[in-house]
């Protein structure tokens, strides 16, 4: 570890000591309370997103009555963990499969969920311009941009219906490069979600795509709490999740694609949990 984050972490350490012992939270103190917003396969760029991101943790900071708030908008689990060592979030708004993901080895706490304004990430679909079903598929290529976290494509948007591996592979980088991918003839069939579903209208030769299988819906986005935050800050923050998009905030959310917030706990997201777990 480099000494400059070996000496941050300690004089976090020292803050959060100091502080919990005044009966105050680090935001008391006068330290910025962090925000990870993490979307994975989202549309338009990190850098395109940052100021609509910008803009709405400064709300949710006047909201909560902070000195001072900050977030980071990333599109991967990579950025994100590079994020959380850096800056040591309170909080962050995480797609299903990286909370999943990320959850036991960052000891993430659910305290809310998330519904977007547009689809994407509640229901999957493989999709084909030849075959029927998703027995069909397998054994053939099929093209997605889903497939870096295996666990999650088995055991929480498959249910048992297949497996990666059943399938060659065929790895996309952008979602529609996915959907030419079955498209063009380049793959026989391609797992995507709902939010490229919707897409296909708009790209030529859609049309004669067809969904052959369907996930059940799964659940939203996921808000969570990091160890790094004060309990007493912790329970206010989950007391304002409902207000964020209300209000003078409604403008905020649309920007980022936030439909709206509520309070959540881990029962919520028991079944996916347990599911990614196996």
């Known amino acids: 570890m ?44 990190a850098a395109q997103a940052q100021p609509y991101v910008d803009s709405l943790v400064a709300h949710v900071g006047r909201i909560n009555k902070w000195a001072a708030a900050s977030g980071k908008y990333v599109t991967t689990r990579t950025a994100a963990e590079s994020y959380m060592h850096e800056s040591f979030p309170h909080y962050g708004f995480m797609s299903l499969g990286a909370f999943l993901g990320l959850r036991g080895r960052h000891q993430l706490e659910v305290i809310g969920s998330i519904e977007v304004a547009q689809a994407g990430g509640r229901e999957y679909h493989v999709v084909s311009v030849k075959q029927s079903g998703v027995d069909g598929c397998k054994g053939k290529s099929l093209a997605t941009d889903h497939g870096s976290d295996t666990r999650f494509v088995d055991n929480v948007v498959a249910g048992g219906a297949f497996k990666l591996a059943d399938f060659t592979l065929v790895s996309t980088r952008r979602p529609i490069q996915t959907l030419k991918s079955v498209i063009n003839g380049e793959a026989e069939c391609a797992l995507i979600d709902d939010a490229q579903l919707a897409a296909l209208s708009g790209v030529e030769g859609g049309g004669a795509v067809k969904s052959v299988w369907k996930s059940k819906t799964l659940p939203p986005m996921v808000a969570v709490a990091f160890p790094t935050a004060p309990a007493d800050e912790r329970k206010a923050f989950v007391g304002s999740l409902s207000k964020i998009c209300a ?19 881990e029962s919520d997201y028991r079944e996916v949990i347990t599911a990614y777990g196996k």
């Open 247 to 265: 209000g003078e905030g409604a403008a905020s959310c649309k920007e980022v694609g936030i439909a709206s917030l509520k309070a959540a706990s």
């Open 2 to 45: 480099a000494l400059p984050s070996l000496v941050r972490r300690l004089a976090l350490g020292t803050t959060l000591a100091a502080t919990a012992l005044a009966g105050a939270s680090p935001a008391d103190a006068g330290e910025s309370v962090n925000i990870l917003v993490l979307r994975e396969n989202g549309v338009g760029t």
